[in-house]
């Protein structure tokens, strides 16, 4: 197995004839150093020890030098890492924006320290990624999140930009014509679920600017992943063609796959079924021009039937389909080995049944197949499939859905979960990944479970410890505090798709249970935020989220439980305390969009100039800007707010327009003594959300003041009101039944 997923690197080393491995290893960190730390590169000292049986690196000081060797530039770049985040008490972020923050004088590496890698292959990403956080990202962006994948040790990236414009070139081969295939696409924020088959055709036709830039993008993408001894992950055919196919060949077994999410039939994708002699056709042209464009490491991603019913349910019919598109994998690669995510059996578990599951996996040879064990911090499928009938698999954590900013994660838990499986996953567990969303602002769960891909010998509080001094910068005992809270009590949820109720559509009496629910008291995260607000000044950026992120979460919270009394208020016709309660949820979403226009990846500002940014015409500026503003709004289909972010100038433009539309709804009902038009006000909501998806007027976000100083402001300002609620509740578990009590309690709790 270990020999299929690194013959990328012996490839590369046929090529590389100018110099020698060790050069080009030592080369590649030295190199992603100067990137990260440029004053300090001529500091360190990298040296390449060949090892065949497991990447480990090393850390020690020489000569007032920090000297890191290890067995490739993958490995180094992780030992690197280690030394900023154990001994100069820094976070890298994955944004390029944000400067790698250092100590003024370098510390020396006292004794030496040795680390090896549990598991050979690290993977990350999630086709997902690419348009929750990606879709608008240049070079520079790419080339620090790379950087981040090689100090995290991440080995095996899925890296699916660009693969437009080689299925553009194979569709004009074959015979369709430029507006059947750019309206085959979806449009750029939308081509993840296009990718994995689930709609065509969505903000389409897709520009060809996009599909030249892109194009280009990738090739700088994965030069540099193979510099750093990553293992890219690329597309393979997997079945999903235009319906303008059957123009050419009319008697091809060409089928529609099951609807999705909410979809009509006009956006509904086709599947082409394998055992047609097309098939291998497509399959064959489409590898040969991928690896003209782009190269290959032999490893592809092919992912049928993704949340959609596949032609066939019958077990036979499943292990023919698998077995035969493998065969056109390895009739175009004989090398080939098929990775594929296992995110349809967890999603759609009552269909894919125990034989289902097995007729699919066994349908193609051993160790031809690399399971990703997609959201294990949930459910864990290797448990429940014999080990994935012994075909290989990577053990993953999901994190997030959707892009939300909500705090989620049940990362001790999943820590625990996976020593387990590194214990009793079989010998076919082959790796340690992660397969998030969105990329968040806060990136730590995903540093924690990288980590655990090695043998560091740091447990789980002395880890929380440390990830507090490098959000600082410094040891401070109430932000290790704050952070032991975070840990134990509120990162305890399993991931789904979270969000704080501003974010989501409003409606009489519907709090959204499921995405509005924590598994955590309020006032603990108010504890966490007074701890936080007990430093006395910082400028680090991780520092920065971590006030936000906390004080946005503790107001949303807040806020849902002011609707509640809102709502109580409306089915007694209370009119005063209906406008008392909308002029205190108005309050709080000023608050929010105020406290969250302190960092630019908490506001909408950044996310539609990098949209505007990519287009070189007023048109193309227009077209990117409204993707950007459908996919975190009213999204399509039946995913209105799926993708909710708490980001200013969303808040503040969007979120805070659509509550006073509720409020004028509920309020002006209430004054008349009427029931609530439910029906025309959920038109007047759509009606907006739709008009400001199309719009290109500017978002205005005001900035002004500092972040600690205002969130100690709305600490002061909050805190007692969150406090009154938590004793209210209080007084009924203690039992005081008095009217009062009983009447707060459902109100809060």
């Not at 049986?53 to 920090?66: A, V």
């Not at 594929?340 to 007729?359: C, E, G, I, N, S």
């Not at 503003?629 to 289909?637: E, P």
């Amino acid at each position: 197995m270990k020999k299929l997923f690194f013959i990328a690197s012996f490839f590369m080393l046929l090529g590389m004839t100018a110099c020698s491995s060790k050069d080009r290893d030592v080369l590649a960190v030295e190199q992603l150093t100067h990137r990260l730390i440029p004053q300090y590169a001529d500091r360190f000292v990298f040296e390449i020890v060949p090892d065949e049986d497991r990447d480990y690196y090393s850390l020690e000081s020489k000569d007032g030098k920090i000297h890191i060797s290890g067995n490739n530039a993958n490995s180094m770049a992780a030992g690197l890492n280690y030394y900023l985040k154990y001994y100069c008490l820094t976070t890298v972020s994955w944004y390029a924006d944000i400067p790698v923050e250092m100590p003024d004088v370098l510390p020396m590496v006292e004794k030496p320290v040795v680390v090896e890698a549990k598991v050979d292959n690290r993977f990350f990403l999630n086709y997902c990624t690419y348009g929750y956080s990606m879709p608008f990202w240049k070079w520079k962006d790419w080339e620090r999140f790379i950087d981040w994948m090689a100090l995290n040790g991440v080995n095996m990236p899925l890296a699916i930009t660009g693969q437009e414009m080689v299925w553009y070139k194979v569709w004009k081969k074959i015979g369709l014509t430029d507006e059947e295939i750019r309206s085959y696409f979806t449009g750029p924020v939308y081509l993840p679920w296009h990718r994995m088959a689930n709609i065509d055709g969505w903000n389409g036709p897709l520009p060809m600017q996009w599909l030249e830039s892109q194009a280009e993008l990738q090739k700088k993408i994965l030069a540099r992943e193979r510099e750093l001894n990553m293992t890219p992950v690329l597309p393979a055919f997997a079945g999903h063609v235009p319906a303008a196919l059957k123009r050419i060949h009319p008697d091809a077994n060409i089928q529609y796959l099951g609807k999705w999410a909410g979809f009509g039939d006009s956006y509904r994708c086709h599947f082409l079924n394998p055992e047609e002699p097309l098939f291998a056709e497509i399959q064959k042209s489409f590898l040969e021009e991928q690896e003209k464009m782009f190269g290959t490491d032999h490893i592809y991603g092919v992912d049928p039937f993704n949340e959609v019913d596949p032609p066939s349910w019958e077990p036979e019919y499943l292990a023919q389909v698998s077995s035969d598109m493998y065969k056109s994998l390895a009739a175009a690669d004989p090398d080939a080995v098929w990775l594929q995510m296992t995110w349809m059996f967890y999603h759609d578990r009552k269909l894919w049944t125990a034989p289902r599951v097995k007729a699919l996996l066994t349908g193609v040879p051993s160790d031809k197949l690399v399971l990703l064990d997609y959201h294990c911090e949930n459910v864990e499928l290797w448990k429940s499939t014999e080990k994935f009938h012994g075909q290989p698999y990577i053990w993953c954590y999901l994190g997030n859905f959707g892009g939300n900013t909500t705090l989620t994660g049940n990362v001790k838990e999943s820590g625990d979960r996976l020593d387990n499986a590194l214990i009793n996953g079989g010998d076919n567990l082959k790796g340690i990944g992660s397969t998030l969303e969105g990329l968040d602002i806060n990136q730590f769960p995903y540093e924690y479970i990288f980590e655990k891909a090695w043998t560091i010998d740091v447990n789980g509080q002395d880890w929380v410890e440390r990830l507090a001094d490098r959000h600082v910068g410094a040891v401070s005992e109430s932000a290790r505090e704050a952070w032991q809270i975070l840990f134990e009590d509120v990162f305890v949820q399993v991931p789904r798709t979270l969000g704080i109720l501003p974010g989501y559509r409003p409606k009489l009496g519907d709090n959204y249970n499921k995405r509005t629910s924590n598994e955590y008291d309020n006032a603990t995260l108010l504890r966490v935020w007074e701890l936080l607000l007990e430093v006395p000044s910082c400028d680090r950026d991780a520092f920065e989220i971590d006030v936000i992120m906390t004080g946005r979460q503790l107001l949303g919270n807040y806020f849902l439980d002011v609707k509640k009394e809102f709502d109580g208020f409306y089915k007694k016709r209370n009119v005063p305390g209906l406008k008392e309660k909308a002029s205190e949820m108005r309050e709080i979403l000023s608050d929010l969009e105020l406290l969250n226009s302190f960092h630019n990846r908490a506001s909408l500002d950044k996310w539609i100039e990098d949209a505007r940014s990519l287009g070189d015409t007023d048109e193309l500026k227009n077209y990117y800007e409204k993707n950007a503003r459908n996919l975190i709004t009213t999204w399509g289909g039946s995913l209105n707010d799926y993708a909710s972010r708490t980001w200013a100038g969303l808040l503040n433009d969007y979120y805070a327009r659509r509550w006073e539309i509720y409020f004028d709804a509920v309020i002006g009902a209430a004054e008349k003594g009427i029931e609530l038009d439910k029906d025309e006000l959920k038109s007047r909501l759509a009606t907006f959300e739709q008009e400001w998806v199309d719009s290109t007027t500017p978002v205005q976000i005001h900035r002004e003041g500092s972040l600690l100083d205002t969130a100690r402001h709305l600490l002061e300002k909050y805190g007692s009101r969150i406090e009154k609620s938590r004793f209210s509740c209080n007084a009924i578990l203690q039992g005081d039944t008095t009217m009062q009590s009983l009447s707060s309690c459902r109100l809060f709790c």
